[in-house]
């Protein structure tokens, strides 16, 4: 063989290599995408999918968020739904608590610039943008009190912006919830 | 042939300059808010320093290496005098006009919005007037390559061109196009209302812009590294390019699907709805692709030249390559760091994963490990590489190379693993202290020590690279010889068109950004009643 073939040759199983390397990599990309559709729709598990308007300027005044409204409240149908604002620099209520083992819907947004939700040891995690509502599916089994960090810059009292969540017991919650009212425990 | 030495030497010297400032602060950072630190009286401080070092490290220092050797590789790879030379001038003086007109306000504490701008914060203008410059800088730039590289095709009217320059220019389209949105979030969003033509914004719709910019910028970054990958490393230790045609692949896929896919930035954000979120996922699972394609050239590449120094065996051959090459000892740091960096960066893009840890600390870690790692250990190598030819001396210390490249990589690794893991106990990012003394957060004090050493140690390995460079202008003039590039195994004679220019791979690239990007612009810019009041930063 001569040494033009050889090298021919040798450009030929290069290329062979080459291909297969591309296949395999093009089979991890296209199943990581389809793990994720499958996981999406097959368990519901996605980040926050419908996008809901707030004029920021009113959220005080009317509506959702007024501050009456703001705290745990036990639905009819054995849900709870948590509603907060993030301002420069706090959560109110500054201590949501909530019931263990329970559907719980987080409803939040930004009274002034961005802010974020963050409860540790757990996968709650939202930004609060002015403007829009954020909206966080989530259930504790473990009971006890949760850090609850602003995660996003929002000015120079970002660092002091800490809430808390307290998970009790669900008997306690709805022997607490049966007042009315909307529940935190601020204060306690 | 390198003419046009001072200009690129210029930019060089700018970049590493303010690089060596922005990293103090970066160390100062570490510190100050760890256990060993004591607590700021002034948090605004830790603000100030945060906004300097992400605007540094984010958008001046890379940018200036790319543009510096972007000119290198357009003088050496195409044997040609750079064209539009006073240009190039006008640019880089842009770059250090915004440079100076960023930074006083920002030292002023008037412009503590961090580089990420976070509308409705809003910071003084000349702050944003400062980085708009820096990015008109790089766009003379951009132009300039894109010039010079049709200069060359008139005189060699079909031949393939040099796979560093194909590269080059091909950064640079992607830093145009990816600067774009940035730029329509500052001159349509943030400037008029930081000069007090307007008082609301739409935060959301800021996030959006952002978002296209955020995660594109960082190939952008990693260009010059993948350049020297491909065209540097295997001259350097004496092997070959495994593939010409798959290292052009490779830099066309970054082209064409880094831009689509910055909304996994905005996985947990509210003003965007389910779907784009999804195809923002898949599409950046597909960036995976160019990045898989190049290890396995490279480390082909390396291969080679191994067996060429005589190794043997499956893997015996590792123990063949010239681990005392600075250049062989990066490219390993390098890729170890990508490694764990990629792998992180799976998590991140993740639709579901995401959750977990988005804006902790963790991502902090993450980006500083590729960026900070991965990238700049191979800018340091460039530099090493390219420096004899733009000085017309030696570099002797490579002894001192070597350690600096070592401690480089030690730093990186004890800084960014423990912020992984401290991410991964919900620690968030941007704070300037934490309350230790909390119970619920005593256990990361051990982590957040060992970073702050972590960048002590970096900084000790940045210190020592400007003085090796430094000291490389003073030592006997030698004739470094023309500077070259790697030769792939089957070196093309021709090469099709498609992988020898860039029109239709812009095409594509414009085209998937507008599909991808294009309906949740138009639906919140069209959207009434989502605009906030802004809120001025440092306004008494």
Redesign the interface.
Known sequence: MSAEET?QA??EV??R??RR??TI??I??VM??LL??F??IHRA?????????I???RIHLSGEFVEGNLGSVLEANGTVTVRAIGQ?YSFTPACIVVPADTPITLRA?SA???H?I??????????????????QLMRFTRIG?Y?M????????????MWGKVKVIDKAEFADRAKGGGRLSCVGQ | MLVNRKLILAHFWLAFAVFGIALTLGAWQMFIRSPIGTWLSNPELYYRSLTAHGTVMGYVFPTLVAMGFGYAISEAALQQRLVGVRWAWVGFWLIVAGSVMAVIPIALGRASVLYTFYPPLIGNVFYYLGVVLVVVGSWIWVALMSVNLRVWRRAHPGAPVPLAMFANVAGSYLWAWTAVGAALELLLQIIPVAAGLKSTIDAGLARVFFSWTLHAIVYFWLMPTYIAYYTIVPRAIGGRIYSDSMARISFILFLVVAMPIGMHHTFADPQVGAGFKFIHSAFTALVALPTLLTVFTICASVEIAARLRGGRGMFGWIRALPWDNPMMLALAFSFIMLGFGGAGGLINMSYQLDASIHNTQWITGHFHLIFGGAIVIMYFAIAYDLWPHLTGRELIDVRLIRTQLWLWFIGMIVTTFPWHWVGILGMPRRMAYFDFGDPAIAPQALSVTLSAIGGFILLASGIMFIVILARGMRTPKIDAGPYRFALAVHQPATVPVALNTHALWVALMIGLTLTNYGYPILNLALSSGTSVPAVYVGAQ
């Open positions: 090298h040798s450009a290069a290329a290599v080459e390397w591309a990599a093009v991890i990309v990581m995408a994720a559709a996981a999406g598990t996605m980040p926050q999918p419908r996008v809901e308007t004029d920021p300027a420069q947004t002034d610039v961005v974020g963050l409860i540790q040891a757990t996968n709650v995690n939202t930004m609060l943008v002015p403007g829009y509502i954020s909206e009190d850090l960090p602003c995660q996003e810059f929002c000015s120079f009292g970002h660092e002091g």
